[in-house]
């Protein structure tokens, strides 16, 4: 297997395009998370499976099932769309997933010489030449201080 070749790509214009790609979906709903959770629980309880055989006994009995109409051709369209979405969030995983790769791996070494820096200062500050850097480490520790502890959830309703 060779290696991939590596593309450089500007963010700058990787923004641009999923900009203009966001301004195309604007006009699809997007949903709260109890309503997410609605749904996809719905979802879960009528496998792909189930909507086949339906819509196959549609199919055989002029659209009725159980005394429901069903429109079998809307049906199997809605079933397309639906696999066509399923694809195209899943390519969105992907990508947003390998750009989160990308922007680890360009601040990494970055994220190493600021430590590198910080513990250099660290150390500095305790002794006499480093005193007018004191200050300005304080600033630094209380950044580091403050990032290590965890977030509290707000209280809905408070």
């Known amino acids: 297997?060779?290696?991939?070749?590596?593309?450089?790509?500007?963010?700058?214009?990787?923004?641009?395009?999923?900009?203009?790609i966001a301004e195309t979906l604007a006009?699809?709903?997007?949903?709260?998370?109890?309503?997410?959770?609605?749904?996809?629980?719905?979802?879960?309880?009528?496998?792909d499976a189930l909507v086949d055989l339906v819509l196959a006994v549609a199919e055989t009995n002029d659209g009725m099932v159980g005394g429901l109409q069903i429109d079998v051709a809307s049906a199997r369209a809605t079933l397309v769309e639906?696999?066509?979405?399923?694809?195209a969030a899943a390519a969105a995983r992907r990508i947003a997933l390998q750009m989160d790769d990308d922007a680890m791996q360009r601040g990494g070494p970055l994220a190493a010489q600021v430590l590198a820096a910080y513990v250099a200062l660290r150390r500095l500050v305790k002794t006499p030449k480093g005193k007018p850097f004191a200050r300005v480490f304080e600033e630094m520790a209380s950044v580091v201080r403050d990032e290590r502890r965890p977030k509290r959830a707000k209280r809905v309703g408070q």
């Open 1 to 20: 297997m060779g290696k991939s070749k590596q593309v450089a790509i500007h963010p700058a214009s990787v923004d641009a395009q999923l900009n203009a």
């Open 82 to 87: 639906i696999a066509s979405a399923r694809a």
């Open 27 to 47: 006009s699809l709903r997007t949903l709260s998370a109890r309503q997410r959770r609605v749904l996809r629980d719905r979802a879960r309880h009528v496998p």
